[in-house]
């Protein structure tokens, strides 16, 4: 279906979408932790997006709700055109151009390279025979995934704890509730072995913090410390 070149950015640990709205370029993150694909405000208002209030409400971490969806007349990724489009206002003044979620490739097949940062996108209706045009010396691991909604989650070990995680290509870095923490492993956030990292988008009630678990396992791939 088409191939699509994203660019590196965070400490190359992000990766950018280039899309057209309404003839003009602008970069999404490709975030599979988003439930839909979104535009930010500032977009919005530059491009001058006709904007009326639907059903879905979009809260942040912060707790800020839109409600917002803003109309495109024309929407462009690779070579795929999409015609009057709805996208959803980020709810949150992260200083980026939107997300771009996989609901819009729940229909297809995706080969996500980050080593080239490339994304291809293939019809699920393909001819019979080899689908898999790569080669590759040695297989590193399979892991199987599990589709929830547009979330893809996979199993891990944590420490010899069986959890679902989501791979979330909009974070980051890899993380666990608070309440999750707790639960399983007993933590108690703030002391000398689980210390306070930072804040979330600069709002100091979010605050974030730190452990150093044993080993994280997934398929054939154990991360030590």
Request: proline share 4%; charged share 20%.
């Amino acid at each position: 279906l088409t191939l699509i070149h994203m660019t590196r950015f965070g400490d190359g640990l992000q990766e950018r979408i280039p899309v057209t709205i309404n003839g003009t370029v602008k970069s999404f993150v490709f975030d599979t932790g988003a439930f839909f694909t979104q535009v930010s405000r500032p977009v919005v208002e530059e491009l001058k997006l006709p904007v009326r209030q639907g059903r879905i409400q979009m809260f942040d971490l912060a707790g800020n709700i839109s409600r917002d969806q803003a109309s495109i007349h024309e929407f462009i990724v690779g070579n795929m055109h999409g015609a009057d489009q709805v996208l959803q206002v980020m709810p949150n003044p992260l200083s980026i151009d939107g997300l771009f979620a996989i609901d819009f490739f729940y229909q297809t097949d995706i080969d996500l390279d980050f080593g080239s940062d490339t994304l291809i996108l293939f019809s699920p209706d393909h001819c019979a025979g080899q689908v898999i045009y790569w080669t590759s010396p040695a297989s590193v691991g399979v892991v199987p995934i599990t589709m929830d909604g547009y979330h893809i989650t996979v199993p891990v070990m944590l420490d010899g704890k069986e959890e679902r995680a989501t791979i979330d290509t909009g974070a980051t870095g890899s993380t666990i509730t608070i309440d999750e923490a707790k639960r399983l492993f007993d933590i108690n956030v703030g002391d000398a072995d689980t210390p306070q990292k930072g804040v979330l988008n600069g709002d100091a009630t979010l605050k974030t913090y730190s452990h150093q678990f044993k080993a994280l396992a997934f398929g054939n791939v154990a991360v030590n410390n």
